[in-house]
């Protein structure tokens, strides 16, 4: 049950208002958030216990306060009993930091997304964004983690190799001296372990269980009891913390112990200018007239990746993906290319080389392919030399994600004597080239959109969207490092950031109509 009150009852002074720049702004704030249906908030509070400040009201709050570059619960708490806005939008009651920091990190995990959809669907209603173009693009935000506290995936691999050849030798060295004594119970520990990569900590767990039993039966046998103390005390919980590691990696090669969540990614905001590597994350946004329409967060420091999972979290919750989507040559990979053509969205979207194959030195590189005549009929390439490149197999490749790609190889069946085989390849025998037909045949599908007046448009409109948004965030609103910690927590941060973004977007062009009306 919630403290129920009367915002629209509270106002504020005309005159006092006038003579405030943030008043405009923090009645879009209320408005915005008052039109939201309080059955968004259901899953927020599922009842029992104190009553409870109403939602609607917290909302408010930390969104104004976002706004106003204050991110702090503390900072929060104090603007609310001090700053006439916050008053006013509090409706003159006093959360505490705990109450602010509780409801923007835990309450509204599973509501956060159902308040900035709706506060779109209000936008959309209002004609601010029309949910036709996507302006994609990434930057990397560097997380609330100790920079020195970081794991490396690559050291704990070798650590635990290491670890693991250290266990099969002290077994075999066991081995050995349970046979020179006969014992009842020789070898069978250590056909147990198998293979070095093989050893897990499970298996040396019931291994050093069955030598613990024969030290029962000889317990003055000191070699025995010295391999079962360095087992039982130094190797078996190194692997076990090994083994953690790997599990927290996961797919990434890096994370910080303070936030294991965290990848290490190069930040552009390199002051030392030594190339530093920080814990942060990938922040993924979509955008159309410089209003998020979708945002997600990512462990991955590239973009390419991060395209498909940030579309199906926008499909999921938009309900559809925007009809065309711009991005930089960053997410142009045959992957992505595949992927938008089978949601049937049109893509704008570059590929690595498109600004290289504009200069002079490209097109006159005779060793790219891009310069040749392909024959699709005969199914054959002529080089620059006049001679041709027959199929010979096709061999198919799996990205990390699963993905399928499918190569053509062809070779010259003679190179020899050609004058411009020292330009064309560095090989020594006859040149031969691996191709993917499809990817070609998306490039040029990208390079013939870039050409017309549209795609050239929208192309260059890419760079004013979300680079923009991005500007206005990290260096207008001065958010430049994550207050929370975890992947979810973090999210949620992206999230009101997002809605700030919006609401004080949408109180700028209210102001800038205004303006033009009085003039």
Partial sequence: MYIQYTMDQLTLPMDLAEDIPENHLVRVVNTAVNRLSDHIFANAYPGGGRDSYHPKMLTKVIIYAYTQRIYSSRQIAKSVRENVMFMWIAGRQRPD???????????????LEKVFTAVLQFLAEENYVKLEHYFVDGTKIESNANRYTFVWGKAVVKNKMKLQEKVQTLFTTIEETEKQEDLEHRGQEL???????????????????QLEIQLEEKPKDKPLKKAVRILRKDLLPRLQKYESQQAILGERNSYSKTDPDATFMRMKEDHMRNGQLKPGYNVQIGTENQFILGYS?????????CLK?????VKATLGKIPGTVIADAGYGSEENYTY??????????KYGTYHKEKSKRWQQDISKIDNWQYD???????????????????????TESGFEIEHRH??????????????CTKAQGNREIRVSMRYLKYKQQVRKKLKSDEGYALAVRRMIEPESVFGQLKNNRGFRRFLLRGLAKVSLEVGWLSLAHNLLKKAAMDQNRNGMEQK
């Fill in 309 to 313: 999972p940030h579309l199906e979290q």
């Fill in 340 to 349: 938008l053509e089978g949601e049937q969205v049109e893509a704008i979207v």
């Fill in 191 to 209: 056909q147990e372990l198998g293979d070095a990569s093989q050893i897990t900590s499970e298996k040396l767990e019931q291994a050093l269980k």
């Fill in 376 to 398: 699709q009929e005969e199914d054959v390439w002529t080089c620059a030399a006049g001679r041709k490149l027959i199929y010979r197999y096709t061999s198919k490749d799996t």
């Fill in 97 to 111: 930091f705990r109450t602010i920091n509780r409801f923007r990190s835990e309450r509204m995990k599973a509501v």
């Fill in 297 to 305: 967060l990512h462990q991955r420091p590239t973009d390419t990746r």
């Fill in 410 to 423: 062809y070779r010259n069946l003679d190179c020899e004597g050609c004058p411009l085989k020292s330009a």
